[in-house]
């Protein structure tokens, strides 16, 4: 039986325990403790930045940062010897015998609008050059994001009746606590499966409510005008992140690497040149692993991003189609909790350091 009330006491305990444990790795780095964990630096993650806004319901909130907290993050990381890379930059950088400080590296990925009117005024203001990971489907509004999808439609309706994969299965969504019950049971089918299915079903019980899921990515996204200017400017690069965001992992192999290479196509239509850097979407290691490496290398890029946290090290070099990078999490913004993922000490200390 799914329980929204332990999904939710799940969800809190296990804020909580990361936030306890942010705090005490705070304090070690601010002792200098542990001071080699934090390795040649690190690659950042952020999807949405923008102003805080104040949602009853708000599933993916993980995935917005504000503008301030980016200028905090870039302020404090400065002040602890990082120094800003472009990602593109990063091998040239990981070979230098001496470098003048751990690298601090930012990725955008998706492509929304908030990127270029919050996001871009902060990196512009320190100098620090920055990459936006581009999903072809997205920007010619062919394709849906499921998770801005399903909020706007499980926040407007009384109950969620949805074949999970197992037959159809009708979820109440009466209180906040449903709600957010309903979304992580999406979302977890969704975590480690072949997508399309289960996005077409979501995207047609959208439409019966009246949502149209392209307009939200038509809201959200920007278009290829948009981003053309935005590459204009000095400090972006813009890389490829597939054409219909799916997990690449449960894919036959030429459907793969179709996503791979049209996404690839696609920017370069936009901006005039070859992408030289990938980022695979969601990025743990259910939706890539060898196979999407391979396919990255021979494709054609210099490296490839995942979402497996970590630090970077001498080692990246020989692993540079599947860097790890570090998430700032729209749960935990406070300066200091930047520091003290930045310190490497949580990877250490868990033994999930990557190269």
Same mark, same amino acid.
């Given at each position: 039986?799914?329980?929204?009330?332990?999904?939710?006491?799940?969800?809190?305990?296990?804020?909580?325990?990361?936030?306890?444990? *942010?705090?005490?790795? +705070? %304090?070690?780095? $601010?002792?200098?403790?542990? =001071? @080699?964990?934090?390795?040649?630096?690190?690659?950042?993650?952020?999807?949405?930045?923008?102003?805080?806004?104040?949602?009853?319901?708000?599933?993916?909130?993980?995935?917005?940062?504000?503008?301030?907290?980016?200028?905090?993050?870039?302020?404090?990381?400065?002040?602890?010897?990082?120094?800003?890379?472009?990602?593109?930059?990063?091998?040239?950088?990981?070979?230098?015998?001496?470098?003048?400080?751990?690298?601090?590296?930012?990725?955008?990925?998706?492509?929304?609008?908030?990127?270029?009117?919050?996001?871009?005024?902060?990196?512009?203001?320190?100098?620090?050059?920055?990459?936006?990971?581009?999903?072809?489907?997205?920007?010619?509004?062919?394709?849906?994001?499921?998770?801005?999808?399903?909020?706007?439609?499980?926040?407007?309706?009384?109950?969620?009746?949805?074949?999970?994969?197992?037959?159809?299965?009708? *979820?109440?969504?009466? +209180? %906040?606590?449903? $709600?957010?019950?309903?979304? =992580? @049971?999406?979302?977890?089918?969704?975590?480690?499966?072949?997508?399309?299915?289960?996005?077409?079903?979501?995207?047609?019980?959208?439409?019966?409510?009246?949502?149209?899921?392209?307009?939200?990515?038509?809201?959200?996204?920007?278009?290829?005008?948009?981003?053309?200017?935005?590459?204009?400017?000095?400090?972006?690069?813009?890389?490829?992140?597939?054409?219909?965001?799916?997990?690449?992992?449960?894919?036959?192999?030429?459907?793969?690497?179709?996503?791979?290479?049209?996404?690839?196509?696609?920017?370069?239509?936009?901006?005039?040149?070859?992408?030289?850097?990938?980022?695979?979407?969601?990025?743990?290691?259910?939706?890539?692993?060898?196979?999407?490496?391979?396919?990255?290398?021979?494709?054609?890029?210099?490296?490839?991003?995942?979402?497996?946290?970590?630090?970077?090290?001498?080692?990246?070099?020989?692993?540079?189609?599947?860097?790890?990078?570090?998430?700032?999490?729209?749960?935990?913004?406070?300066?200091?909790?930047?520091?003290?993922?930045?310190?490497?000490?949580?990877?250490?200390?868990?033994?999930?350091?990557?190269?």
């Amino acid at each position: 039986m799914f329980e929204p009330n332990t999904v939710a006491a799940r969800r809190f305990l296990k804020r909580t325990a990361i936030q306890g444990g *942010l705090e005490a790795v +705070s %304090l070690l780095s $601010k002792a200098g403790i542990m =001071s @080699r964990a934090r390795g040649k630096g690190a690659i950042f993650t952020l999807h949405h930045v923008r102003p805080a806004k104040d949602k009853a319901f708000d599933p993916v909130a993980h995935l917005t940062i504000t503008p301030e907290f980016l200028d905090a993050s870039i302020t404090r990381l400065k002040a602890a010897g990082h120094v800003p890379v472009a990602l593109e930059d990063l091998p040239d950088f990981l070979s230098q015998p001496d470098q003048p400080g751990p690298a601090m590296v930012f990725t955008l990925d998706d492509g929304y609008r908030d990127n270029d009117l919050h996001a871009r005024p902060v990196f512009e203001k320190h100098g620090v050059p920055y990459t936006v990971f581009i999903a072809g489907g997205f920007v010619d509004r062919t394709h849906s994001i499921w998770w801005e999808t399903a909020e706007q439609l499980i926040s407007q309706i009384d109950e969620f009746t949805f074949d999970f994969g197992k037959g159809e299965l009708t *979820l109440p969504t009466l +209180s %906040l606590k449903q $709600k957010y019950a309903a979304f =992580s @049971r999406l979302n977890a089918a969704l975590g480690c499966a072949d997508q399309a299915p289960l996005i077409s079903q979501l995207d047609a019980q959208a439409r019966a409510a009246g949502i149209c899921p392209t307009g939200i990515v038509d809201r959200e996204v920007m278009n290829e005008g948009e981003l053309r200017q935005l590459a204009a400017t000095p400090l972006v690069q813009l890389g490829a992140h597939t054409i219909s965001h799916s997990n690449l992992a449960h894919l036959p192999a030429e459907m793969m690497r179709a996503e791979i290479s049209l996404s690839t196509e696609r920017v370069a239509q936009i901006t005039g040149k070859t992408p030289r850097t990938f980022a695979y979407p969601y990025g743990d290691r259910c939706a890539a692993e060898a196979r999407e490496y391979q396919a990255a290398r021979e494709l054609g890029f210099d490296l490839a991003v995942t979402t497996n946290p970590g630090i970077l090290q001498t080692s990246s070099l020989q692993n540079q189609f599947s860097l790890p990078r570090i998430s700032l999490n729209g749960y935990y913004q406070k300066g200091r909790y930047v520091g003290a993922l930045a310190s490497g000490i949580p990877f250490a200390l868990s033994g999930s350091a990557q190269g």
